[in-house]
């Protein structure tokens, strides 16, 4: 079993920046793929970004060239880099691991809540 635990977020006025943070623990190995969904009221699930074990990523198309992904193997960590936010980025952002390149996620944190608003 694995657990994933988030922090980070918070209030943000829009144009600012959060990062955001993700730890496994417990079975960690083979951890494929590490990212983030964020989920919005009244709006389907949304991938932000995804990150394997040897570095490739992946964003979703409203945060391309805004967001960055970082993943520390030796950690189990990810982290989001969350810069010129916007108030439609406001969601509960969960991070998620799955040991398959493809295929669903196995396990979700929590969700940390990010709010974009002046």
């Known amino acids: 079993q694995v657990q994933l635990t988030e922090s980070g977020g918070g209030l943000v006025q829009p144009g600012g920046s959060l990062r955001l943070s993700c730890a496994a623990l417990?079975?960690?190995?083979?951890?494929?793929?590490m990212g983030w969904y964020r989920q919005a009221p009244g709006k389907q699930r949304e991938l932000v970004a995804r990150?394997?074990?040897?570095?490739?990523?992946n964003y979703g198309d409203s945060v391309k060239d805004r967001f960055t992904i970082s993943r520390d193997n030796a950690k189990s960590t990810v982290d989001l880099q969350m810069n010129s936010l916007k108030p439609e980025d406001t969601a509960v952002y969960l991070c998620?691991?799955?040991?398959?390149?493809?295929?669903?996620?196995?396990?979700w944190g929590q969700g940390t809540q990010v709010t974009v608003s002046s």
């Open positions: 990150i394997t074990s040897d570095g490739s990523t």
């Open positions: 417990g079975s960690i190995f083979r951890l494929n793929v």
């Open positions: 998620y691991a799955q040991r398959l390149s493809f295929g669903r996620p196995d396990y």
